[in-house]
């Protein structure tokens, strides 16, 4: 066992930038501007604009989570019963992205779908009907749903591989045809692996500000671009801060849901 | 035992250019306990695969009931298989485990609901129903791989090494168990194993393969008495193996001494390969037997001494319950009838493999 010393650096670390600034949040969220104990912050998530844009949130990282899921997971099951699959070469195409900044590759988004960018001049000299969904929901979309599905194939591939094959053989043994196999024994054994990417990319989308930004135009309102001005255009710290013990509220509400399912197998970033 | 049941014609499969199984002809009759025995890379679980649908051969045809099943999917099969590692749904409770098989085809809440009862009280784990697969130990898991098998009625039971990862005891307890059920439900079982020791015990008939080859099909008296060839002899039990000259019927020379036994057939001087069990091998007092030789091993083995006697400058292995010290001149007699004579190998395949058992 090492010493209980070795892990001082890491409580350091946490207590910096992570427990005060939190508190920090706390004390802004709690209180008015003369210090005094409100809940008015909180309540400001009830102004139409500002529930407008949770709402939207809500909607739009639901979706992408869902369309994630649904792109992961007969990938991950493909790629895991497959040898090249499991040579992890296409796993590592998939994670490649991942290692380039998030920025840049959000930005490279921006040029190819643009009025006047690369996927839009392609279908004007094709003579296909333009195509403009920069600015739109859909863009966002787009781009939450690229940024994040490596955090949903790899938590699913990692579960699916570690299935015993004689356990999916078992099952077509005792009768179950391809799909009843998939459906009653190979997705349960994977829920961790699910819940564990739903989180992994929910949670990010419904707090991402940057996406909306760049691939939204300024136009679309998340919760997080809401966030992001309370305190970057100077209105309000506390109102600001109010807002993101709500957003809090439901991250936290899904991470509990995600631990209450995942025994922590699925767990692998 | 009844009729031919499941036929292998002329099976061969072919792994990365490395024939696994090569031109392989078996069949396996009804209610018939049939073991398939032999060290790993021999190809008998490759054939469990095959008959259970999980490998298609590459060349020959597998006939269940005058049905060609060669290219059926596993689901349309009427064998069920228990795997080596029990493969249970761990997702699953012990009830919904054993119904598995039976929700897919359809069957009533009511007779499932028996069907269950019956095959927890064949298996010995009454109540069991709710329990998950992780609650249960190694043994108890088996047993509910096996419910959940028989429950589907199959006609033929496909057995994976199922014991092989219980503790002795317990294994033991489990071949009388396997063999209780096996005559309680009349169904051809088809086991495999590389426990000679568990063959011999549970099965009708053991064949006896070693690289993609069947050495030999026979009882496991057949087997153990009348190996065919070193190979068999060294797999099934402990055996000395000498090389000898068959000088006549009825006379073999061993490291030049003469030994009557009972083998005719193999023509005058021919090489052979002799074989005599270590029990088999009678000491007794300098002179009184055909060789004489000196103990140079001995430990205790609960019901037997077991001695290693060095006469015409090789080790004879020797099981019995008297006891000679190290070092004490003794003499070896074995009785004709003991002495089992085979054939040398004549091709490459057939070639006995020198094992560490």
Redesign the interface.
């Known amino acids: 066992m090492y010493k209980r010393s070795v892990s001082y650096p890491c409580i350091l670390w946490s207590a910096a930038f992570i427990i005060i600034p939190l508190l920090f949040i706390f004390y802004y969220g709690l209180t008015d501007r003369t210090g005094a104990f409100t809940l008015s912050n909180l309540a400001a998530i009830a102004t139409a604009e500002n529930s407008k844009a949770l709402i939207l949130s809500l909607g739009l990282s639901l979706l992408s989570t869902a369309i994630c899921l649904l792109l992961a997971y007969p990938l991950a099951l493909i790629l895991s019963g497959s040898k090249i699959g499991r040579s992890g070469f296409i796993i590592f195409l998939f994670v490649l992205p991942m290692w380039m900044n998030f920025l840049l590759r959000t930005l490279a988004w921006v040029v190819l779908l643009d009025t006047n960018g690369v996927l839009d001049t392609l279908c004007k000299l094709s003579g296909l009907p333009r195509f403009k969904i920069i600015n739109t929901p859909a863009a966002i979309v787009f781009g939450m749903v690229y940024d994040f599905l490596p955090f949903m194939i790899l938590p699913i591939y990692n579960v699916i591989s570690k299935i ?1 094959i ?2 999916v ?9 391809s799909f ?1 196999t998939l459906y ?2 190979i997705f ?2 994977s ?1 961790p692996g699910v819940i564990s990417g739903i989180t992994m990319v929910f949670v990010p989308s419904l707090t991402t500000f940057v996406i909306s930004t760049l691939l939204g135009g300024g136009k679309i309102l998340l919760i997080g671009n809401v966030i992001e001005q309370e305190f970057m255009k100077g209105t309000s710290w506390h109102v600001g801060s109010g807002l993101s013990l709500v957003l809090m509220l439901f991250i936290i509400v899904s991470m509990a849901l995600s631990t209450k399912y995942d025994n922590g197998e699925g767990n692998v970033l | 035992m009844g009729n031919r049941l499941i036929d292998l014609q002329h099976i061969t499969k072919i792994y990365d250019g490395h024939p696994v199984l090569d031109d392989l002809n078996l069949y396996f009759n009804e209610n018939e306990f049939l073991t398939l025995l032999g060290p790993s890379g021999c190809g008998k679980t490759t054939t469990l695969r095959i008959l259970g649908g999980f490998e298609t051969p590459d060349q020959g045809r597998v006939i269940f009931n005058g049905q060609d099943i060669t290219h059926l999917p596993p689901n349309k099969r009427q064998l069920n298989t228990v795997f080596q590692k029990y493969a249970l749904f761990t997702h699953m409770n012990i009830a919904e485990n054993i119904a598995f098989g039976l929700k897919i085809s359809g069957k009533s809440k009511a007779y499932i609901d028996d069907k269950i009862k019956y095959a927890l009280k064949l298996v010995n784990l009454d109540g069991y129903e709710k329990r998950m697969p992780d609650s249960l130990s190694g043994g108890q898991q088996q047993r509910i791989a096996i419910a959940r098998a028989i429950v589907n009625e199959p006609k033929i039971l496909l057995l994976d090494e199922p014991l092989g990862a219980l503790d002795l005891k317990l294994r033991q307890e489990m071949q009388y168990e396997l063999i209780r059920m096996k005559n309680e439900l009349g169904i051809t079982f088809i086991y495999v194993t590389h426990d000679q020791e568990e063959a011999l015990t549970m099965s009708d008939t053991i064949v006896v393969m070693n690289q993609g080859y069947i050495q030999q099909i026979g009882t496991p008296e057949d087997i153990y008495n009348e190996p065919t060839n070193a190979f068999v002899a060294d797999f099934i039990g402990d055996s000395n193996i000498f090389p000898g000259t068959m000088v006549e019927d009825k006379v073999v020379r061993i490291f030049d001494r003469i030994f009557p036994c009972v083998d005719v057939g193999f023509g005058c001087n021919t090489p052979v390969d002799v074989v005599i069990r270590p029990e088999d091998v009678e000491l007794g007092a300098p002179g009184q037997g055909t060789v004489d030789g000196v103990v140079s091993h001995l430990i205790f083995k609960g019901v037997h001494y077991e001695m290693e006697v060095t006469a015409c400058g090789r080790e004879w292995l020797v099981q019995s319950t008297k006891m000679y010290p190290v070092g004490e001149q003794v003499s070896i007699h074995v009785d004709p009838f003991n002495i089992q004579i085979m054939n040398k190998p004549e091709s490459e395949d057939e070639e006995a493999v020198v094992l560490d058992v």
């Open positions: 015993d004689n356990v053989n078992a099952a077509r043994d005792l009768g179950a045809n009843q009653k024994v349960p054994l829920l």
